[in-house]
């Protein structure tokens, strides 16, 4: 199979799919500006065909007919929820149109697209209508679906919009996409045993995400109100407004009841905790449940051990869905998600970030700073959602012998 690759990343996920597919492929050519991107793709995969530097300056028409597959997804900021919302007039976003190009220059036969679900309404919903009729132009007859990773075996709640095109009408028909996946693994799963201390928030970080408000206020006297650690994330995660807001219970003391230290509280698992200490002391230190400042009806989400927290600007008090239950929220560009780990919180480390794309230990060799590797990770295409495609693209291919169609001998 002959593949090309564009806006292709460090990770380069179809790569690593058609990996662990065991299908025999050539990447004819991939594309990259990011120059830490590019040496990672370098040390997951090697050397491309040929590998372009700026998709502006990629004359594609040599190709012509060439490309078997064509996977690509154009820069999503412009079009996230996440962001000021330009769509395709943003400077990054606009970039769609560069690759669309390259595209109508080779005329692969088959092609991925993928983006952030915000692209369905950027611009009232203008920007999704010029990804489809550009397809539909160039003479694609094309399948979509918003997939989330969780629902394909990876424990991160990671919605995308993924569009399949032919140029085969057969091969448009008989393709369907994978079915939903019960979701076998947690968090827990992907964590490392033994993490550097300075993974784990400071001091600093701890006195920023507490709600200073709540922080000063005495407590009453059954204590039936904790302090809360403030956090957020962008848009994912729902909290119940009919749960019943439980009730703080201390029910004894590890030093001595008659010096009742705060530090040494314990509190029950059905209640509420205290707030997390700089330390890892107090209620949340004991029992490993935290209130999480959150704009619902209750105004908190509570988080305990192996949760994830997305602490990206902890001020804002307008923000919810921060706790993934059991799953990390979505990876972005920066990573800012902790997990509750052995009761104390950390964020999580690049490596664990690279499996919860869907990268196996084997393959995780990191050559970036930390800050360099959040980025590449929180901007690639999810492995095991990229996997269920591949794979649907080929029993399709197997069961009606379009492989000669897809040039694979």
Same mark, same amino acid.
């Given at each position: 199979?002959?593949?090309?690759? !564009?806006?292709?990343?460090?990770? +380069? ?43 502006? =300056? ?32 943003? +400077? ?56 989330? !990773? ?42 490392? =045993? ?45 909290? =119940? ?22 530090? @040494? ?14 330390? @890892? ?56 998600? !902790? ?21 196996? =230990? ?46 694979? +001998?």
């Amino acid at each position: 199979m002959k593949v090309a690759t !564009a806006f292709s990343g460090g990770l +380069a996920a179809c790569e690593f799919a058609l990996r662990y597919e065991d299908i025999e492929h050539q990447v004819v050519f991939a594309c990259e500006w990011d120059k830490y991107a590019r040496s990672q793709y370098l040390e997951f995969h090697g050397e491309p065909g040929i590998f372009y530097n700026d998709i502006s =300056d990629l004359n594609a028409t040599k190709y012509k007919d060439e490309i078997d597959l064509f996977v690509w997804g154009s820069p999503c900021q412009d079009l996230s929820l996440a962001g000021k919302r330009k769509g395709f007039d943003g +400077a990054k976003s606009s970039l769609f149109r560069e690759g669309a190009r390259v595209m109508s220059e080779m005329m692969p036969k088959t092609f991925i697209f993928e983006n952030v679900k915000g692209l369905l309404s950027s611009n009232g919903g203008a920007d999704y209508k010029e990804v489809i009729k550009t397809f539909q132009d160039l003479g694609y007859l094309i399948a979509m679906k918003v997939l989330n !990773a969780k629902e394909h075996g990876t424990a991160q709640n990671r919605e995308r919009v993924f569009v399949v095109g032919f140029l085969d009408e057969d091969a448009y028909h008989d393709f369907s996409f994978e079915d939903k996946v019960p979701l076998t693994k947690t968090l827990r799963d992907y964590l490392e =045993d033994d993490v550097d201390e300075k993974y784990y928030l400071s001091q600093k970080m701890i006195d920023c995400l507490s709600n200073q408000k709540i922080d000063n206020a005495p407590h009453s006297k059954d204590d039936s109100h904790s302090k809360c650690l403030t956090a957020r994330y962008n848009k994912m995660g729902t909290t =119940d407004p009919y749960i019943k807001e439980p009730i703080l219970k201390q029910v004894g003391n590890i030093y001595d009841n008659e010096h009742n230290s705060v530090a @040494g509280r314990v509190y029950t698992d059905d209640g509420l905790a205290m707030c997390l200490s700089a330390n @890892g002391g107090g209620g949340g230190g004991k029992t490993g449940l935290y209130q999480i400042k959150s704009a619902t009806k209750s105004g908190y989400e509570t988080a305990t051990q192996n949760d994830s927290i997305n602490f990206t600007h902890p001020n804002s008090g307008t923000r919810r869905g921060r706790v993934g239950k059991g799953v990390a929220q979505t990876l972005d560009c920066a990573c800012n998600q !902790a997990v509750i780990d052995e009761y104390k919180i950390r964020r999580l480390t690049p490596s664990e970030c690279f499996r919860l794309q869907g990268i196996k =230990d084997e393959d995780i060799n990191l050559i970036n700073s930390d800050t360099q590797s959040y980025r590449i990770a929180g901007n690639a295409i999810e492995v095991n959602t990229m996997r269920s495609i591949i794979r649907a693209l080929c029993k399709q291919q197997t069961q009606n012998n379009l492989f000669d169609f897809m040039g694979v +001998a």
